[in-house]
């Protein structure tokens, strides 16, 4: 079992909490493209910044992986899911939350019982919580 977070671009996910839950649902349906396909230029910033703080376990060495500081990272579009070590669940959900606030795009606490769902503002109206 794994401690899962997604962000997604904030323009892609519906506005109220039960039509969110089933978009999401259909987000993991899909095929995971394996690289960012979003025109999302904030997406892609997240994404590298991200893997910089947690690689992605594809491409690290047995010990990276070992040591728990990396995340096993799934792209689809509009959304990237990641799942992390639950040694790392704090210091994951931080990064993951604050690089999301700083990037711009919406943030999913997927683990969480009735997890948060964060939707960035449009500059003016602030942050949509779901």
Request: proline share 3%; aromatic share 12%.
């Amino acid at each position: 079992m794994s401690y899962d977070l997604m962000v997604f671009a904030k323009d892609s996910a519906p506005r109220n909490r039960a039509d969110f839950l089933e978009w999401f649902d259909c987000q993991l349906e899909g095929e995971d493209d394996g690289e960012i396909t979003s025109d999302s230029p904030a997406m892609l910033a997240w994404h590298q910044e991200m893997v910089a703080a947690f690689p992605d376990m594809d491409t690290v060495e047995e010990e990276e992986i070992a040591n728990g500081r990396c995340g096993e990272y799934s792209i689809f579009t509009g959304a990237i899911y990641v799942s992390f070590a639950w040694s790392q669940a704090s210091v994951a959900y931080e990064t993951m939350r604050s690089l999301a606030a700083k990037h711009g795009v919406g943030f999913f606490n997927v683990s969480a019982e009735d997890g948060e769902i964060i939707i960035p503002g449009d500059g003016t109206s602030g942050l949509l919580l779901l």
